[in-house]
């Protein structure tokens, strides 16, 4: 990454920053030995100068600088910091002890990891460029030597390596080098050894590692430095993968590397920086750079790991019914430690601020967790700032209350599909950067528990307030930056909330559109059928012009032939003119109406009818019956026409009595012969004569070919029967 104004400037007030501590380190130093020579001279026993009181003086003066006071305190006022900004513990023991084991690893050694290592597939999508440049393997110097753009864009990479020493104070390694060299180099300088110089009294018991943007080359030299503490197969995989993703300690399983390394992925959404271009294996927008009406994104992602070296200080028992491993190890919070962070973001919003030499780490578990706050802060800057964009797509233009122009212009689509386009688009990418942040808050919370802050639980950094001093002050300090990191978070579901409210509006917008076009086609609709009915109107006059001079036609062409005598009188050509022509005028006008289509269409199927019983008469006359003529042979069917095959109620019940092969009961009528109706019920029927007569307009369905009358029923059924009359018995005595 390249270093622009603003980070330069940032730098350089940090390095006055730290020259102006330093000098009033030493000021307060020589006020020290002051004080000691003074007291040996009138015989008072010396201040003690130790570190801790230089260091705690130099705190105090950097604490009265931020307040910009000027007065003079006591070297025994102790610094009133809050735990995250300095050690306000004085004792040493407070924070890890043990120093790191030196390594060391040099050029040869990683072009021969570079030929050796067997690379996972996703290995090789990051570290392909460099493994297919068999050029590059056989120079002498793998990294570019000359300052300045490279074709690897190494020079746009930018790092931060903070050596921490046993005080908890990071200290941030910028290696001296004779001549001007390339930032491959530099980083490189800066990440093969630790520990190696033999000479330093000042032994480092963590290392924070943060590289950005690095280059595939860079890529596999941090591969080929880490791997031994950490697994960078998995590494890889996770910033592939483009998802969100937490491993915490996993003392089961066979890797070692596993047992004692904390590791969480964040994959989320950036705008594009300018001259910046992202990774082969990064999915990116295809359209280019920025415009009016587009916003170049692409994937981001990054990774934190955390490392504890030493050997394990409790082993606990695997209680899973189909474990392989039945034993796992804790490793301690205090060990040795190293903190990994690379970060591939194409654009220039890195926060380099996350780790100073004001801060004190009392352990990596707690370097780990302010790297970690530090990328949900930048999360929060890049997706505040694809929102941003977003709504600056979709947001209307300045004139939009005052034009016309602008308001059609947005209410009405166009034939490209612009804003149909866009908002489609805009929606869509605001639903995905919120299941993003959905899923990275889901992360950390089902990792992150309420046992792992407290101390109680058993595989993640176990040790609660009751162990000792040191981790009562080290659970002191985690409430405090849970809180930070819950603030952190709090942030990324707030910009969930305008991502929601965003997409509601976006969707209102969408929804305007598709009215506003939907109306202005039906009004395209309505002019394109006028002018359908108007070419109707066209063609039929042409047809009916066509019709009129067709019998004219007809007759010139039969009068106009050449073997006709041309002194022939033209009485007969006016007579066949008004034969032919007279009639046929009379049926197309005819034809056009719908009562004449009707005429004709039943005179049609008249004559039809009438031919029929003429051919069918004169075949009958031979003996003859055609097929087409035959009646279908149905033993059922009841050649009587439809009126002579109507019966009463009693009728039909007397016909039922006569079927033959029906049972009977002992008394020899049969089980279905209905009962004829006692006197009783006949003078009960006759006195429902009185009863009026409903309409016989009533609805009627028709049963059988007959109909059936629902206002009569057994009621009227009943009346008829009682006056004798089966005429009117309705369809209740006609069921067959």
Partial sequence: MALDAATAKEMVEKLAEDRAKYLDTLSRAHDVLAKALEASVSGRPPPKLTPEAVRQNATEVLRRNTANTLEIESLKKSSTFSPEDSDSDDNESMFAQEPLPKEEFDEAGLKKYLCEHTWTPSEKKIVTPVLKNEQLLRRTHIFPVTTGPVDDRSHLSHYSIFDVGNDGAPLEIRRADDKPVSRAQAIWNNIKAINADESRSRKAVGRITIVREPSPLLFAALHYTQSPHFDMGEIFGMLVDDKNKAESHRPFSADHRHQSTFIFTLDFFTVIGDECQPDAWQMSDEEGGPSESHVPLSRCSSVVALSLSGPPTRQVKNKAR?????????????????????????????????????????????????????????????????????????????????????????????????FSRRYFWAHQSLGIMNENIQEMIFSYRKVFTESVWDGSSKLIWPGDESVSSRYANWRKRMKSLRADIETELHGLEEIAVLNTEKMKEIKGLRENLFSGTSVLESRKSVDQAMITVQQGHNIKLLTLVTIFFLPLTFVTSVFGMTNMNPRDSFRPFGIVTAVICVPTYMLIGSLNTTSGVQFWRQKTRQFFSFLGRIITSFFLFFNY????????????????????????????????????????????????????????????????????????????????????????????????????????????????
Avoid: C
């Avoid at 307009?697 to 028709?702: F, K």
């Fill in 322 to 418: 189909r474990a392989e491993q039945k034993t796992g190890y804790i490793f301690d919070p205090f060990a040795p430690w190293r903190v990994l962070s690379i970060q591939s973001y194409p654009d220039w919003k890195h926060s380099i601020d996350a780790h100073t030499s004001a801060r004190h780490y009392v352990n990596g578990p707690e370097a780990f967790l302010i790297t970690l706050r530090a990328e949900f802060k930048d999360a929060q800057k890049r997706l505040l700032e694809v929102y941003n964009r977003i709504s600056e797509l979709v947001r209307m233009p300045p004139n939009f209350m005052f034009s016309r122009l602008a308001r059609d212009r947005l209410l009405f689509e166009d034939e490209e599909f612009t």
């Fill in 625 to 736: 019956t055609p097929e087409w003529a035959q009646q279908p042979s149905n033993p059922q069917t009841d050649p009587r026409p439809l009126a002579q095959r109507s019966q009463s109620a009693r009728e039909g019940m007397a016909a039922r009595d006569q079927i033959p092969g029906l049972p009977t009961s002992p008394t020899g009528t049969p089980f279905n012969r209905r009962p004829t109706l006692s006197p009783t019920t006949t003078m009960e029927a006759s006195s429902l004569n009185n009863l009026p007569r409903k309409s016989t307009h009533a609805s009627t369905v028709r049963f059988d070919d007959e109909k059936y009358d629902h206002d009569t029923g057994p009621t009227h059924l009943i009346r008829n029967l009682a006056r004798g009359d089966h005429r009117k018995t309705g369809s209740w005595g006609t069921l067959n």
